[in-house]
């Protein structure tokens, strides 16, 4: 898996690249932890859920319908100001379910662990992108902060952190750009 640092990080900056709204810390906190929920399957670790099993890690909390379904919660719960199926409430949701995805995106880009579940339940295969960068970080905290904590941190930096703040300020010099062209 990546480190719940770059699930967060990836969520956060993704989601103001795609929105210009204004947010509160709640909104933010709530994005993030979004972005990180999926790795709460490790909890069956204890139980004996095997890692490779519908519920186990990487699993369908890591699937599209998961995503899909985590986001709806969300908006319904958290949102319920907003009307329903009105466009701030698509883009919400919408917010919501990239952040949650991009959990299984991400770790489908690591050299380890048994691949993502994308389309569970309906479809159980473990999928990997072709293209797989990312050290995968150890499971749990102390694996972290272990001696491997540098290599998992340095590529993650180097393939999704600094991707994504060029692409986050790339966007928003194209939004001032335009915004002056305006006046």
């Known amino acids: 898996m990546a480190s719940a640092f770059t699930h967060a990080f990836a969520a956060v900056a993704l989601t103001k690249t795609m929105s210009t709204t204004k947010r509160g810390w709640r909104f933010w906190t709530l994005l993030a932890g979004s972005a990180v929920l999926p790795d709460a399957d490790v909890i069956g670790f204890p139980f004996g859920i095997n890692y490779g099993g519908l519920l186990g890690h990487r699993g369908l ?31 919400l949701l919408g917010l919501f379910f990239v952040a949650t995805a991009s959990h299984g995106v991400l770790d489908a880009m690591t050299d ?72």
């Open 112 to 183: 380890g662990g048994l691949g993502v579940a994308f389309f569970s339940p309906f479809d159980t295969t473990r999928y990997f992108l072709p293209w797989r960068p990312i050290s995968v970080s150890p499971i749990g905290v102390g694996g972290f902060f272990s001696g491997r904590c540098a290599a998992v941190m340095m590529s993650e930096i180097i393939y999704v952190w600094l991707p994504l703040a060029i692409v986050r300020s790339f966007v928003e010099m194209l939004r001032k750009w335009r915004a002056r062209e305006r006046k």
């Open 61 to 91: 909390s890591h699937s599209l319908l998961f995503a899909a379904l985590w986001s709806l919660l969300v908006v319904f719960w958290e949102f319920r100001a907003v009307a329903r199926c009105s466009e701030q409430w698509w883009r």
